[in-house]
């Protein structure tokens, strides 16, 4: 019986260190799961672009965008980026694209009007990214 647990005791001791090793490997680096599939995805679409904001900005979203519009606020991300992307989706379509409900009249009960412009410029940091501004990003901080 000892022979036996000695064995896995080896084999496990075994494989412990290869797996120390293959995690000190030079040129190796650690992805989390989420950005890989994003990185995928943007592979399979051809292209390595921001996701496209699904749904409209609520109102309280463009009360947000509107804060951010004043202090003509920039977003930085990349296109890979998990957390950017939610920023993106929670805020909605027009604080990003603009549109419907970006512009609104002199007063906060005004209508919106057509067409207005985005309220949060999103600047890509990834060189790799479409449209990609790193340069800017550097300077930003």
Same mark, same amino acid.
């Given at each position: ?44 679409? *051809?292209? =390595?672009? @921001?996701?496209? @904001? ?9 009360? !947000? ?8 606020? @920039?977003? =930085? +991300?990349?296109?890979?980026? #998990? ?11 027009? !604080? ?8 609104? +009249?002199? =007063? ?6 057509? *067409? ?17 501004? #790193? ?7």
């Amino acid at each position: 019986a000892k022979a036996g647990g000695g064995a896995w005791s080896g084999l496990a001791a075994a494989l412990a260190a290869m797996l120390v090793a293959l995690a000190a490997a030079p040129g190796t680096e650690a992805m989390p799961l989420e950005v890989m599939k994003r990185e995928e995805q943007a592979a399979a679409a *051809g292209g =390595f672009s @921001i996701p496209e @904001i699904r749904s409209r900005s609520s109102e309280r979203a463009l009360k !947000v965008g509107r804060a951010l519009a004043e202090r003509r606020a @920039i977003m =930085f +991300g990349a296109y890979w980026c #998990p957390y950017c992307d939610q920023e993106r989706q929670d805020l909605g379509r027009e !604080v990003f694209e603009g549109g419907a409900g970006a512009a609104r +009249g002199p =007063f906060p009960w005004s209508a919106p009007r057509q *067409g207005g412009p985005a309220m949060v410029r999103y600047v890509e940091c990834d060189a790799r990214g479409a449209g990609a501004q #790193p340069e800017l990003c550097r300077q930003g901080g």
